[in-house]
């Protein structure tokens, strides 16, 4: 596996991101980078971005996570931000994506997690979840799913995925700021497009709408299948909070609420965002899982 490495000299001068990386080395020798701030005994918060985003996406959730005593882990997934970049397509599959996060939680023998992810970051951290359940103790997810053959995929996703195999330029930065609902500075803009010097970075960014499963012969369908059967048996709290002006998956939250019985009676919320509902309502964001957190501990 050909792996490329983004100069650290592009990450420098980010905007509210003051968060040093830590490094751990996977399976297929990638080397993932990752957030981890806060009291190593605190209740920890694991944090999964989506596509085409890295841990800069969580810079006005993390703050307030941690001035209120809590532990963040915010990975890079592999093909972005500061984690390798396999240079091939075919390097990248749903399974690998798994296996290098479980592979971090591992490392870092993360328990009792309260899990928030979106978009991508809830394909990979809601079958985790599904699972392994024990493992987490609370689920936050805005704007994202499981798919696992519930719905078929929308036109707009089908443009999407054409999009992201097909056209010649792939302009990070310009694809978060469509999907956020208020105005992206040009410095926030240039911060998501930091992790790709060139094209031949871009490989993880293009793999990803390849990679959801939306036929019942995709290999990661039977897997997919078992999680969403576990998440339907996940009793812990479970929470919903969705940016409502997301086009596609912007009222994915009502089959989770109907499937997950950890979702009963929780403060579901759609709040006034797009899809990378981090950049329009972030504090709001940190300030509900820490409240989940606080009224749902057992401790």
């Known amino acids: 596996m050909d792996t490329l ?3 650290e000299h592009r990450f420098s001068g980010l905007d509210d991101f003051p968060w040093v990386p830590r490094y751990a080395d996977l399976d ?3 080397r993932m980078a990752y957030v981890d701030e806060g009291p190593r005994d605190a209740p920890v918060v694991l944090m999964l971005h989506g596509e085409p985003t890295w841990g800069y996406l969580y810079r006005h959730m993390t703050g307030p996570v941690l001035d209120a005593g809590l532990r963040v882990v915010v990975p890079d997934l592999i093909g972005f931000g500061r984690s390798d970049k396999p240079t091939a397509i075919a390097d990248y599959s749903y399974a690998r994506h798994v296996d290098w996060v479980t592979e971090l939680l591992d490392q870092l023998a993360l328990d009792e997690i ?3 992810c979106q978009d991508w970051g809830s394909l990979i951290g809601l ?3 599904g699972l ?3 493992r987490f103790a609370r689920i936050v997810v805005g704007n994202g799913f499981l798919p696992a053959g519930q719905v078929a995929p929308t036109m707009a996703f089908r443009g999407w995925r054409a999009f992201a195999r097909f056209s010649p330029v792939f302009p990070v930065g310009r694809i978060v700021a469509t999907g956020s609902a208020r105005r992206l500075t040009r410095a926030e803009r240039a911060a998501y497009d930091a992790p790709f010097p060139d094209r031949r970075y871009l490989a993880g960014a293009r793999a990803f709408p390849l990679l959801v499963p939306t036929t019942s012969d995709d290999p990661a369908m039977p897997a997919n299948e078992a999680a969403w ?4 048996a996940y009793e812990r709290p479970f929470l919903t909070l969705f940016g409502r002006r997301d086009p596609i998956l912007g009222k994915g939250d009502a089959p989770l609420q109907a499937h997950v019985p950890g979702a009963a009676r929780q403060p579901h919320a759609r709040l006034d965002g797009s899809h990378f509902v981090q950049e329009d309502c972030g504090p709001e964001l940190a300030r ?5 957190v606080r009224t749902t501990s057992t401790s």
């Open 5 to 7: 490495r983004t100069p």
């Open 28 to 30: 297929h020798g990638v």
């Open 114 to 116: 309260t899990l928030f």
């Open 127 to 129: 079958r985790i979840a």
């Open 132 to 134: 392994a359940p024990g």
């Open 229 to 232: 059967a576990g998440l339907g």
């Open 288 to 292: 509900r899982v820490v409240d989940l």
